[in-house]
């Protein structure tokens, strides 16, 4: 019984000493938190960048951020939006089987799997979400990276 009071005291007089060792650490400042190193409180404007301007086939294509990852759009989008499953005037050109030197990058298998409901089968068009190409390739732009990227090194 002694033994049992005595292990309690001492876990209780290590919470207390833990919890003033805490008590005296100083906070974190605002302007310390997050990758902005600006207020929480404020709404920094962020960086003007200028989208690829040129027509399909008139730019280089970028390298993938990571070997997974999606490409990045290298032409002007803005002529092809809205993109729906009924209107995407992207699979007019990239609904091809094979890739010709300059032309147009053909659609990777995966965009034709349901990996969800069917991922066994691969169908003649493009699935679900894969319509949306905009929902995971992004227009290449000139902005700078926010955090350093290391990938594969």
Known sequence: ???????????????????AYSSMQEAVHEEQIG???????????P??????????????????????????????VADFLPISQSDNLCLDCHFIDEAEEGGPVPL???????????????RD???GA?????????PQTDAAPLVGNE???
């Open 151 to 153: 990938f594969g090194k």
């Open 130 to 138: 894969r319509y949306y190409c905009l929902s995971c390739h992004v």
């Open 47 to 76: 960086p003007a960048v200028e989208e690829s301007v040129s027509d399909p086939g008139g730019n280089t294509r970028l390298p993938r951020t990571n070997p997974l990852g999606p490409p990045r759009v290298p032409h002007l």
């Open 108 to 122: 990777p298998e995966s965009h034709y799997v349901d990996y969800r409901n069917a991922p066994d089968e691969k």
């Open 1 to 19: 019984m002694k033994k049992k009071r005595l292990l309690l005291t001492l876990i209780a007089t290590g919470c207390v000493a833990a919890l």
């Open 125 to 127: 068009a493009p699935v």
């Open 35 to 45: 990758l902005s190193k600006t207020s929480v409180f404020e709404t920094p404007a």
